[in-house]
């Protein structure tokens, strides 16, 4: 009894399984002649023929045209075939199939057939796909990843002498947006500046989202000309302005170029690709160093400048402690009067091995490391028991300025610690300006709170490099601004544009009452110029360099 139940039970499970796999698998019979002799009812369900539209029709009448030259040259070859097919179903539609390949003998009438199994694997083929897009796509631009950039170079097919050009570019002080508008608006940002990149390049070219504010393009044998154009166009397609919700802001990027021969060994691909990225990498913060919205090409030196950056890296951690850091003083001039009102301060640094430091070199690293909060802190220390010498000296300059970078600005502490290093110089506020540049107004509620504590204590506000950053009349208007200085990008220019922005800043500065300092006044021209557009005061080597603190004196008695 339990061997005859044994056996109907076995019977019962060979037919669900026999069933089950004829349930999930279709099944198509054609002869030598590619006529359809025979198929199963799940291929039916699935492509949604019938019957009668299919026995006796041609196979290349109802499969792709990609999929039916492949079934014709396994015929041909008489070869056994497995591979995974996009299908098309009667209404249009695709589906995805795994499809075995078998040529088959009637050993009765020695006829050759040919049987196709399929087996339906659209939704692994959609898992497949999502997980390659989580691989190789970024979700916020929709533009490859490195990760594509890598497959990219390595499923080329090009020639050894193809040379691939990479083009670095990082946004300038895109994290200033993040913290001061927040990530929603930083993401609005890049999802525009994308686009605009996407339109800049040709359809050849490809571009990927590199991490972050960085985007990298790949550009194949462009000649210099070539890629001047591209560079000049993409930085004029991020200077755009890019208006979000209420906001608008001016951005600029960096860029930086390298170029190598990567196809001249398979196997050197990626190493080759990853080197030419790191070049790119270092040309982008020279062309940083050079200024906003510039592009620099890598040359072999910019190595050992890399290696003086680490250097320094290492050594300004300390050079406060080790008392390397000075002041020099800079005069400011009444372009009326021809007489110093004012000084700016301005930091150097003498390192034990590295000897003199220039501040574009050093000054950024603080920045980046957080040192400027505490070395910023020392500055007004400084500055302010010197304005206090000067005064029991009998020098009586209107006021020191000290420029406060952004970082220093946003310490909670900022105007605290100010309060009580003016009380122990004993220096009256109002002898002291703080300069501070447009970047650092774009939290604007928050700055507006601390530029009125800081007038409330009654130091003066200067916005410093007027014109290069984000700033807007209506936020102005809004906050106790002192002074605006036109950076001196625009007094190098006054002999081709210029001369239009100088002189909006100007006739703008004085409608909101504010005082007008020209930087970088260099020859008699921009002085005589600046006279006549009536701006108030200015500084630059025309008038004199930054100098100790024991010269300002004699300075001061010989312009008076």
């Not at 099944?27 to 030598?32: E, G, K, Q, R, T």
């Not at 009765?108 to 997980?131: C, G, S």
């Not at 952004?406 to 009256?428: G, Y």
């Not at 006739?507 to 009452?513: A, C, D, E, V």
């Amino acid at each position: 009894m339990n061997e005859t139940s044994n056996k109907t039970d076995q019977k019962k499970f060979q037919y669900e399984i026999e069933k089950m796999i004829n349930d999930l698998t279709m099944i198509i019979v054609f002869n030598h002649q590619g006529i359809i002799q025979y198929v199963n009812t799940r291929f039916i369900e699935v492509t949604q023929y019938t019957q009668e539209e299919l026995l006796g029709q041609a196979f290349t009448d109802i499969f792709t045209d990609d999929f039916s030259t492949m079934v014709k040259q396994a015929a041909n070859n008489k070869q056994k075939w497995t591979d995974d097919i996009r299908q098309q179903k009667k209404d249009g539609t695709h589906y995805w199939v795994e499809a075995n390949f078998s040529p088959i003998i009637d050993n009765a009438t020695e006829n050759e057939y040919y049987v196709l199994i399929q087996r339906e694997i659209t939704e692994r083929k959609k898992h497949e796909q999502m997980m390659e897009r989580l691989a190789y796509i970024d979700p916020l631009t929709n533009f490859p990843n490195r990760n594509y950039m890598k497959k990219w170079i390595m499923d080329k097919q090009d020639a050894a002498d193809t040379e691939i050009t990479i083009l670095f570019i990082d946004i300038d002080r895109f994290k200033a947006i993040n913290d001061n508008f927040g990530h929603d608006i930083g993401d609005q940002v890049l999802i525009t500046l994308a686009k605009r990149l996407k339109k800049s390049i040709h359809k050849e070219a490809f571009i990927c989202r590199y991490g972050g504010e960085e985007f990298i393009i790949l550009l194949q044998n462009q000649s210099k000309h070539e890629k001047n154009l591209l560079l000049n166009a993409i930085l004029h397609a991020i200077r755009e302005p890019v208006r979000i919700d209420y906001h608008e802001l001016l951005l600029t990027a960096s860029i930086g170029i390298s170029s190598g021969y990567p196809f001249q060994k398979d196997s050197e691909r990626i190493a080759v690709l990853e080197d030419l990225v790191k070049k790119a990498d270092i040309a982008m913060y020279h062309a940083k160093k050079q200024g906003i919205s510039n592009y620099h090409f890598h040359s072999s030196n910019q190595i050992r400048e890399m290696e003086r950056t680490y250097q320094i890296e290492l050594e300004v951690r300390d050079a406060l402690e080790r008392n390397e850091f000075s002041l020099v003083y800079q005069p400011l001039i009444n372009l009326k009067t021809n007489k110093i009102v004012g000084v700016e301060s301005l930091l150097r640094w003498d390192n034990r091995l590295l000897g003199k430091v220039s501040p574009m070199e050093f000054i950024p690293i603080l920045e980046e490391t957080g040192l400027i909060v505490p070395v910023g802190k020392w500055i007004l220390h400084s500055v302010c028991h010197q304005m206090m010498s000067w005064q029991q000296q009998g020098l009586f300059l209107q006021r020191v300025s000290v420029n406060v970078s952004p970082l220093q600005f946003r310490d909670p502490h900022f105007v605290s610690n100010l309060k009580e290093i003016l009380h122990e110089a004993r220096l009256d506020a109002p002898y002291l300006e703080l300069e501070i540049t447009e970047g650092t107004l774009l939290d604007i509620e928050n700055s507006a709170k601390k530029l009125h504590d800081l007038k409330e204590l009654g130091v003066k506000v200067s916005i410093d490099d007027f014109g290069t950053g984000y700033s807007s009349l209506s936020y102005l208007k809004q906050l106790p601004i002192d002074t605006l200085k036109i950076d001196k990008s625009f007094i190098d220019d006054l002999d081709r544009d210029g001369k239009i922005i100088v002189n909006t800043i100007i006739s703008m500065g004085k409608n909101l009452q504010f005082r007008i300092i020209a930087e970088g006044i260099e020859n008699s021209d921009q002085f005589k110029y600046l006279q006549q557009q009536q701006c108030h005061e200015g500084q630059g080597y025309f008038f004199s360099r930054p100098v100790e603190s024991d010269r300002i004196e004699e300075l001061y008695h010989s312009l008076q």
